[in-house]
């Protein structure tokens, strides 16, 4: 049984509702007796004084209560999961985004997602196959198209659900795309929360999920100047309904702030809470952790984590024909080491955690943390399509961590690439985008689209802090990254180095060229990698502000007929749709209700 | 007989069918008094007289018939006595139907079954040559049919009951003071009522026992009034008097109904076998020819 618009069972709230008015004695109904001689003599009963009546077996109410539940049940679209016969391969597609653990689905929407790709591997036929896609952040697949059930039964039992919004849409496509052709079926266990799911030829989509009872925290950052520091807490209610929410701020264990937040539903509210900055505090990163105290769908948001110290600004390497500009910054800026080198040689870049290309072309860029001024690599969606010139800047993002401080105004742009990015995002536009930052595919990099020597940039005070605030953010993997995303650190000569877990859970990692790369974050929390000469922690963050979202979505319509009205051949899983004879239910209950009510001669209605 | 007592009335159809009539007249109505006739009939009158059945001797007297004497006696004893006979006169029978709105109730309604009952009794009366009274009662004077006698009128006794129909409240003293106030003849008196009467049954009855009635009462209740099938909150409207009582129709009013109703009728049987007054109840339900034939025989009103 699944059902495709879950949210409407809210409306069996009615039902209470119609009771709640067959209690209250409105009216009592006339009826005429040959003599009322006899009820005189009998004894009054304490119900008729009563200003509520109880409930009796009445055949209008229960009709009623009848007709209104089976108009929402019908409403929410229920179906039978059935087995069907004749496809040959069933592409099982589980969603293992944040709201997936969320609890109003028991023991937990994966759990169930999972419980019912279990069941239809179990119902594999012989000479059938099937695949499992975990639709991640980056969707991948777990088990191929095989019809070895114990393959499909272990990848399905070791999917864990992350603290990040899946990418449902890529899955199904990369589920197609696996797909033999014609005869498949891709089925998605996702609860649609993170909005529209695509129509797609072949996919069917089991929504599950009914509440969208949760608030959480969006965000907990820590802003920082050398003068001072303040905590931004970002507290979102993603129900519909009004809370009331504690929040705690800790700072190394220590409660530091302390606020009940009225929240109405779908708000969010941000706290900013200052921070004492103490010239003789032990050395060692500070842990600042937020904490909210209320009961709902989903825990995991509760609670957050932020370091106080600022991030080590990392080694840079300079390549290109030499810049007095940067490298005079580079020589400012407490940065661990700074090199510079005008040939590009790929493998010296490993040991360094940020690579300024200044104007040269490096070819495919390796995972790393770039700056790239004035050029574009081949490997990134971006391109250069000409030069534009005396761009002028209209806007860029204040809000952004690179540009936080950062004043453009009266900077003079001469000539600029014009790029074309499909993705990331553009910091700073003018005619085109000026600047564009990117995470993805293991690579974090700024593209800025003209050279130092062909604008008064260099000659700004943005300058500086331009550039301190790009290394910050390309360095920042032992800050902040959001869950889902590859980190790589430079192992610095360390061969081996171990992670510890958010759970205490400990790996031994490798350096491969000259990188310990990790493997996907799960879970939001504290990472702490540590070798001999390494100690670096970083904070993993629930990706996107609305990753809390809960409220379940609606399935979109099939693509093409199925479920009673679909061949049997069109997959191993039938949906038979309830929801038609549900609603003729309703109407013939409500019907029959009218008839008798009718007929009773103006009775209970 | 004269040819018009010797015709067959033709009954209304809405009471009985002519075969059933047949069976009434193998019936005949039972006075457990002798009563005093107007005319002669077919049964014992008080009064002594010119009838064939012996009753008693008594010694005679200047100016009784020679006719009477009984010489058998005379020459055994040689004292001259007369044989004295019963007067064989008719009985007055007055039906007394209560036409008062309550009466509607029921399936066959309570006046459609106090009607057929009436009919088949008066009917009894008719062929054996009793005068029939038949009066529908309510608050307000009623139609009314008196002092019918003999066969032929058969016909407008059945089509009196026939077109009664319910009105008005019930009030059983002063329906029965006025009947009685107009009869002429005592007899016989059945009363077909329900006895939902806010004023009390017990002055009309003894009112009755007073003025020498032979009193029977056919108490006739609807299935609803003995087992109401009532549910949930309702404001029961009396249709007669338009007063409302309001209830809460739960099995635990229901069961003090049933109190109240067993401890009503248990206080009309009470009432009437303390007053000598014959008593049957019945459901509106129950098929006339089952209480005509079986029923009133066994409770001593017909034979």
């Known amino acids: 049984m699944t059902l495709g618009a879950p949210a409407a069972l809210w409306g069996l709230c009615a039902v209470p509702l119609l009771v709640a008015l067959y209690l209250l004695r409105v009216r009592r109904r006339e009826h005429p007796v040959s003599s009322i001689l006899l009820w005189q003599r009998s004894a009054p009963t304490p119900a008729a004084s009563r200003p509520t009546r109880r409930i009796e077996r009445s055949v209008l109410l229960a009709l009623q ?40 689905v028991v023991p937990t929407r994966f759990d169930r997602a999972r419980a019912e790709a279990l069941q239809a591997v179990g119902s594999l036929r012989p000479g059938q196959r099937a695949a499992v896609i975990l639709a991640a952040p980056h969707p991948v697949v777990l088990a191929p198209l095989s019809g070895d059930r114990g393959r499909l039964r272990a990848a399905l039992a070791a999917a864990r659900p992350w603290d990040a919004p899946g990418d449902v849409a890529g899955a199904a496509v990369l589920a197609a795309q696996l797909a033999p052709a014609g005869d498949a079926r891709i089925v998605v266990w996702t609860d649609g929360s993170h909005g529209p799911l695509p129509a797609l030829p072949r996919v069917v989509y089991r929504i599950v999920g009914t509440s969208d009872d949760n608030v959480g925290i969006t965000a907990l950052r820590v802003v920082r ?75 995991e948001d509760n609670e957050a984590v932020a370091l106080l110290d600022p991030a080590p ?13 940067i490298e005079r910054v580079l020589r400012l800026l407490p940065v661990a080491r700074a090199a510079r080198t005008q040939t590009v040689d790929v493998s010296t870049w490993r040991t360094f955690g940020v690579v300024i290309l200044d104007r040269v072309d490096p070819g495919p ?241 | 007989m004269t040819p018009a007592l010797d015709r067959e009335p033709t009954p209304p159809r809405t009471l009985f069918d002519p075969a059933f009539l047949q069976k009434l007249e193998q019936l005949s109505l039972i006075s457990r008094r002798r009563v005093r006739g107007w005319q002669r009939g077919e049964r014992r009158s008080t009064v002594q007289g010119r009838g064939i059945e012996f009753d008693d001797y008594r010694a005679y007297q200047p100016g009784d018939d020679y006719r009477y004497i009984d010489w058998n006696i005379v020459s055994r004893l040689d004292r001259l006595f007369v044989k004295l006979f019963s007067e064989e006169e008719d009985l007055d029978v007055h039906l007394l139907v209560d036409a008062s709105l309550s009466m509607a109730e029921g399936t066959p309604t309570k006046l459609a079954l106090a009607a057929r009952l009436a009919a088949a009794i008066g009917y009894i009366g008719l062929v054996n040559l009793d005068r029939v009274s038949v009066a529908a009662f309510t608050s307000a004077p009623g139609p009314r049919l008196g002092r019918l006698r003999g066969r032929g009128r058969a016909f407008d006794l059945l089509e009196f009951l026939a077109q009664l129909a319910p009105s008005g409240e019930t009030n059983l003293a002063l329906s029965i003071r006025r009947h009685l106030a107009s009869a002429r003849g005592r007899g016989l008196l059945v009363l077909f009522s329900d006895l939902l009467d806010p004023h009390g049954y017990e002055e009309g009855l003894l009112l009755a026992r007073r003025y020498r009635y032979q009193t029977f009462l056919v108490h006739i209740l609807a299935d609803d009034e ?42 009309v049987e009470r009432f009437c076998f303390r007053h000598g007054i014959d008593y049957l109840r019945t459901a509106s339900s129950v098929p006339a020819e089952d209480l005509v034939l079986r029923y009133l025989r066994q409770g001593g009103l017909l034979r």
């Open chain 1, 313 to 325: 600004l990392p080694s840079v390497l300079l390549v290109g024909p030499g810049n007095p500009y």
């Open chain 1, 365 to 605: 860029l390796p995972p790393g943390n770039y700056l790239l001024i004035g050029t574009v690599p081949p490997n990134l969606p971006v391109g250069a399509s000409g030069i534009l010139a005396r761009p002028t800047i209209a806007t860029w993002d204040r809000t952004d961590p690179v540009l936080q401080f950062v004043d453009l105004d009266d900077v003079r742009i001469d000539r600029a690439l014009a790029l074309g990015p499909s993705g990331g995002r553009v910091l700073v536009e003018g005619q085109g985008p000026l600047l564009w930052e990117y995470t993805g595919r293991g690579i974090r990099a700024l593209v800025l689209a003209f050279a130092l020597q062909d604008s008064d940039l260099p000659l700004h005070v943005a300058f500086p802090v331009l550039m301190a605030n790009s290394l910050a953010w390309l360095g920042g993997a032992a800050g902040e990254v959001p869950v889902g995303e590859a980190v790589q650190v430079p192992a610095g000569g360390e061969p081996e180095a171990a992670l510890l877990f958010p759970g205490g859970r400990r790996l031994r990692l490798r350096a491969t060229d000259g990188m310990f790369v990790l493997p996907p974050l799960e879970r939001a929390g504290v990472y702490r990698l540590t070798a001999p000469s390494l100690d670096r922690r970083f904070v993993a963050t629930i990706g996107g502000s609305h990753a809390g979202a809960i409220r379940p979505g609606a399935a979109p319509l099939p693509h093409a007929p199925s479920g009673a009205a679909a061949a049997p051949s069109e997959g191993l899983l039938t949906e038979v749709p309830l929801w038609p004879w549900l609603l003729l239910g309703a109407v013939a209950a409500a019907v029959g209700e009218w008839a008798l009510a009718t007929r009773r001669h103006g009775g209970e209605a």
């Open chain 2, 226 to 267: 003995l087992a109401p099938r009532l549910a949930g909150d309702l404001r029961l409207v009396d249709v007669e008097t338009h007063a409302a009582v309001e209830i809460t129709a739960d099995a635990e009013a229901l069961r003090a109904y049933a109190g109240a109703r067993d401890a009503y009728l248990r206080g």
């Open chain 1, 225 to 299: 100047d050398p003068q001072r520091a303040e905590a931004l807490v970002r507290v979102e209610n993603f129900a519909g309904s009004a809370r009331r929410v504690p929040l705690e701020v800790r700072r190394a264990g220590t409660p530091i702030y302390r606020v009940t937040l009225a929240l109405g539903g779908g708000e969010s509210r941000a706290v900013a809470i200052p921070l004492a900055l103490e010239p003789g505090a032990p050395a060692g990163p500070e842990l600042l952790e937020a904490r909210i105290a209320v009961p709902d769908a989903l825990p």
């Open chain 1, 65 to 104: 209560v009848l007709a209104a539940g089976a108009l929402v049940v019908g409403l929410a679209r229920p179906a039978i999961v059935g087995r069907g016969a004749g496809a040959q391969a069933l592409l099982l597609v589980l969603d293992p985004s944040l709201s997936m653990r969320a609890r109003d």
